[in-house]
């Protein structure tokens, strides 16, 4: 199996979702084994999401497992969500109809 040619996971520049759709579907489209798919990400990973990936149990060790610490990690959750909502705003220049789609 050929390892993932994806950049590293970087918080700076990436957002963890669009990031982690990108590498399921290489790893589809590459017919990787979803049991390699937590060990091809855990080496992509860099700051807060070594973090999560450290802090898994040993029987934790899935991509299920993985995929759920790091949405959780980054607040990919429905409090998450919500708080991004309320906190939203316009960009500089951006039109009202722009900013709600």
């Given at each position: ?17 669009s ?33 999560a ?28 969500f ?20």
């Amino acid at each position: 199996m050929r390892q993932p040619r994806m950049p590293l996971l970087m918080e700076s520049r990436d957002q963890l979702d669009s990031y982690l759709i990108r590498f399921e579907m290489q790893a589809k489209v590459n017919k990787w084994p979803e049991e390699q798919w937590f060990m091809c990400l855990s080496n992509l990973l860099t700051g807060e999401a070594l973090e999560a990936l450290h802090a898994l149990s040993p029987d934790q060790c899935t991509y299920g497992h993985l995929k759920a610490s790091l949405l959780k990690r980054f607040k990919f959750t429905e409090e998450g969500f919500r708080e991004r909502f309320r906190s939203s705003v316009p960009r500089s220049g951006q039109d009202f109809e722009t900013f709600i789609n």
